[in-house]
């Protein structure tokens, strides 16, 4: 038997929901698969003793889920008074705008696109409402708009599909890039290294306890397939499907898809590296 101590990043056990540090509590979207897991994780943010709230990728247009967001946050004496976004794929972020309509909040997001009230994010960025202190962390690779958002505080980091609770992310070709996300990873890496970051809360999965170790088992990973995708193409696989069914046999087939999609990255990756 394999004991969650024993996994990548020390996911907690148990279900996925309620608080997880001093000032971050999850809230679970109704809406799991293959690609979202359990479903996607809402967090709300708070400093002990304010009464304001920021929430992190309300998740998608689920009118439950979108008020039970806001009845949690309630429930603890908040009000929600910003909404974030790491990304803007879908389970994230589809029901942002009926978000901020029934909160009456701005959306930030590193996408103009996703914006509403004007104000964007950018690296280096500090969210301070309520008190919170939140550092915005310029993490592309999953997709070109990914962000991650440090809170010191609690030596934590939210990682939206940078790093997930469980398993591997794909690198979402062609808006994702292999040597962008290997330098996010890098990145975190450093986080966990320098600032004390210990703990990952992802955007799908249960939170770790071990946020440097996920980080290097994701980098691990990512190097044992790119070495195989390479393999791969020097026994005359030349399409992203050759290559998917010859690397990921071992990877749910309804998933190939996906893995397809982070294949094209690592082939772009080795071909801008001349290594194919």
């Given at each position: 038997?394999?004991?969650?101590?024993?996994?990548?990043?020390?996911?907690?056990?148990?279900?996925?929901?309620?608080?997880?540090?001093?000032?971050?509590?999850?809230?679970?979207?109704?809406?799991?698969?293959?690609?979202?897991?359990?479903?996607?994780n809402t967090?709300?943010?708070?400093?002990?003793?304010?009464?304001?709230?920021?929430?992190?990728?309300?998740?998608?247009?689920?009118?439950?889920?979108?008020?039970?967001?806001?009845?949690?946050?309630?429930?603890?004496?908040?009000?929600?008074?910003?909404?974030?976004?790491?990304?803007?794929?879908?389970?994230?972020?589809?029901?942002?705008?009926?978000?901020?309509?029934?909160?009456?909040?701005?959306?930030?997001?590193?996408?103009?696109?996703?914006?509403?009230?004007?104000?964007?994010?950018?690296?280096?960025?500090?969210?301070?409402?309520?008190?919170?202190?939140?550092?915005?962390?310029?993490?592309?690779?999953?997709?070109?708009?990914?962000?991650?958002?440090?809170?010191?505080?609690?030596?934590?980091?939210?990682?939206?599909?940078?790093?997930?609770?469980?398993?591997?992310?794909?690198?979402?070709?062609?808006?994702?890039?292999?040597?962008?996300?290997?330098?996010?990873?890098?990145?975190?890496?450093?986080?966990?290294?320098?600032?004390?970051?210990?703990?990952?809360?992802?955007?799908?999965?249960?939170?770790?306890?071990?946020?440097?170790?996920?980080?290097?088992?994701?980098?691990?990973?990512?190097?044992?397939?790119?070495?195989?995708?390479?393999?791969?193409?020097?026994?005359?696989?030349r399409t992203?499907?050759?290559?998917v069914a010859?690397?990921?046999?071992?990877?749910?087939?309804?998933?190939?898809?996906?893995?397809?999609?982070?294949?094209?990255?690592?082939?772009?990756?080795?071909?801008?590296?001349?290594?194919?």
């Amino acid at each position: 038997m394999t004991h969650t101590t024993d996994l990548p990043g020390r996911p907690r056990p148990g279900a996925i929901g309620g608080p997880a540090t001093a000032r971050a509590t999850c809230v679970l979207a109704p809406n799991p698969s293959a690609m979202t897991l359990d479903g996607t994780n809402t967090w709300i943010l708070a400093e002990p003793g304010s009464d304001l709230a920021v929430v992190v990728d309300p998740g998608p247009a689920d009118e439950a889920h979108l008020r039970r967001v806001i009845d949690t946050a309630g429930a603890a004496g908040l009000r929600v008074a910003l909404t974030l976004l790491t990304h803007g794929h879908a389970d994230h972020s589809g029901g942002a705008a009926r978000f901020a309509e029934l909160t009456g909040t701005k959306v930030r997001a590193l996408d103009p696109a996703l914006r509403l009230g004007g104000e964007g994010l950018g690296v280096g960025d500090v969210i301070t409402t309520g008190g919170l202190e939140l550092h915005v962390i310029s993490t592309p690779g999953h997709t070109a708009d990914s962000l991650c958002f440090h809170l010191p505080a609690d030596d934590a980091v939210l990682t939206g599909d940078t790093v997930l609770g469980r398993g591997t992310t794909i690198v979402a070709h062609p808006d994702g890039r292999l040597g962008d996300y290997l330098d996010s990873l890098r990145r975190l890496r450093a986080l966990a290294v320098d600032e004390g970051v210990r703990t990952a809360l992802p955007g799908h999965g249960p939170v770790l306890d071990d946020a440097q170790g996920v980080v290097e088992y994701y980098l691990a990973h990512r190097a044992k397939r790119l070495a195989q995708v390479e393999t791969a193409v020097e026994n005359g696989h030349r399409t992203a499907g050759e290559v998917v069914a010859a690397v990921y046999a071992d990877v749910d087939r309804a998933l190939w898809p996906a893995a397809e999609l982070s294949v094209r990255a690592q082939l772009d990756y080795l071909d801008e590296h001349g290594l194919i």
